[in-house]
């Protein structure tokens, strides 16, 4: 009719698209859901720019694609593009250490009200090598040493990732790999300056790196407990890199109150101001609040500590645990005679393989009392170190917990 538009032809109803049902959870299951992503550079912003890197290295063995790498600075560094996994970011224990959480991961339950000041343990005790190569050239009583070499000669591991000495850089600590009796004793003695321990781990897990078969191997670490902080956030976070603990039989920790700068210990004192050559020097160590320099069995300097106190690494300032509170066995001076090592064995695992060392002959051991000078002078400097503010990271649990997938249903016409 004039006038009217013409009628539309009839068009069928849009049929959607049937769909699969779909997770809530973004990304292949071991991403995050963040609304900004979490990258190295967030890393370098909140923690290394603002002096809270211990450099444990647990950014270094975590990186997926191999990109990140030990420094002269003691820090890590980029070099490469980066993913943007974030599996570096939430592998840091200076971003979150959900301890309570840790513990309960690591030794299956937590700690009582009288573990309150040197965390969970089976029994605490001191130890001396019977081994005079041992004796002679490992720290104190020489209890990591012998430890490592039982688990090496009855097979319970096939390596340990401890710390060792870099061949250009005297005296400066970097991870090692020890398979034998002369790769410990090489090893062996303490190093008071940061190595990026946990990074060692990127030796067994990273192809074009690995020098071991990390899917068959057992490993033992050792470290002080800023590292091990860092291996258990990298092993047991779900955004992290949790299949580097995976082989990990068990670990040694050492006391420890503060760490030092390389540079400025060791290049700017030792040898600059103090004129001693380091590649002289044999041994290094700290006792009761003195810094002790050996150049072949000669004492070389014998003085306070304070005269290194400027070269005192400022992240320690936020590090409250000295006992090693997350090892499987830890290991100090502290608390047993001199030439004697006092161990805390903290799981079963741990205290199992102390008794077979002792039993096979590696070890003398006595227990400590547990009410005596020794224990009350190690709880003093715990207690003492717990003054300090971990604020910035130490959590009970943790704030990025692993979503649960749910399925949603979708609408599909019939």
């Known amino acids: 009719m004039s006038g009217q538009a013409a009628p539309k032809p009839a068009t069928a109803p849009a049929v959607p698209q049937a769909m699969p049902l779909k997770s809530t959870v973004e990304g292949e299951g071991w991403k995050a859901r963040p609304i900004k992503l979490k990258i190295f550079g967030n890393l370098i912003q909140e923690v290394v720019n603002k002096n809270l890197c211990m450099y444990c290295g647990a950014c270094i063995a975590s990186c997926p694609i191999d990109i990140l790498f030990h420094s002269e600075k003691e820090?890590?560094?980029?070099?490469?593009t980066c993913a943007a996994c974030q599996v570096c970011y939430y592998s840091c224990p200076r971003i979150e250490l959900p301890v309570?959480?840790?513990e309960r991961q690591v030794f299956g339950r937590s700690r009582?009200?009288?573990?309150?000041?040197l965390g969970i343990h089976v029994g605490a005790y001191s130890v001396k090598s019977k081994d005079p190569d041992v004796a002679r050239r490992a720290q104190d009583g020489g209890a990591v040493t012998s430890l490592l070499l039982y688990a090496l000669d009855r097979k319970i591991i096939d390596y340990a990732v401890n710390s060792g000495l870099t061949s250009g850089k005297p005296w400066r600590p970097e991870p090692q790999i020890a398979r034998t009796k002369e790769d410990l004793l090489n090893h062996a003695g303490s190093?008071?300056?940061?190595?990026?321990?946990?990074g060692g781990l990127a030796e067994v897990a990273i192809?074009?790196?690995?020098?071991?078969?990390?899917?068959?191997e057992r490993i033992a670490l050792v470290g002080l407990p800023c590292e091990l902080q860092g291996s258990w956030r990298m092993g047991t976070h779900w955004i992290a890199a949790p299949k580097l603990a995976r082989n990990l039989v068990f670990t040694i920790g050492l006391f420890c109150s503060k760490v030092f700068d390389y540079q400025k210990m060791m290049v700017d004192y030792v040898q600059g101001k103090r004129g001693i050559d380091l590649n002289n020097v044999t041994k290094v160590n700290i006792k009761r609040n003195r810094l002790l320099v050996y150049v072949g069995d000669k004492l070389a300097i014998d003085e306070p500590v304070e005269a290194v106190?400027?070269?005192a690494r400022e992240e320690c300032n936020v590090c409250v645990d000295y006992s090693a509170e997350l090892a499987d066995i830890a290991v100090g001076a502290i608390g047993s005679s001199p030439g004697w090592s006092t161990v805390i064995t903290r799981s079963p695992r741990g205290d199992e393989i102390l008794r077979g060392a002792v039993e096979s002959g590696y070890l003398d051991m006595k227990p400590l009392d547990p009410v005596g000078k020794g224990i009350k002078f190690l709880e003093k400097l715990c207690e003492k170190k717990r003054l300090r503010d971990p604020s910035a990271y130490?959590?009970?649990?943790?704030?990025?917990?692993?979503?649960?997938?749910?399925?949603?249903?979708?609408?599909?016409?019939?």
């Open 394 to 414: 130490l959590r009970h649990e943790t704030a990025f917990p692993k979503p649960e997938p749910t399925l949603v249903p979708l609408e599909i016409p019939h």
């Open 100 to 102: 309570a959480e840790i």
């Open 75 to 80: 820090e890590p560094v980029m070099r490469g």
């Open 112 to 117: 009582t009200a009288e573990e309150a000041i």
């Open 309 to 311: 106190a400027a070269a």
């Open 191 to 198: 190093r008071y300056t940061p190595g990026g321990q946990v």
């Open 207 to 216: 192809p074009n790196r690995s020098v071991v078969n990390f899917q068959e």
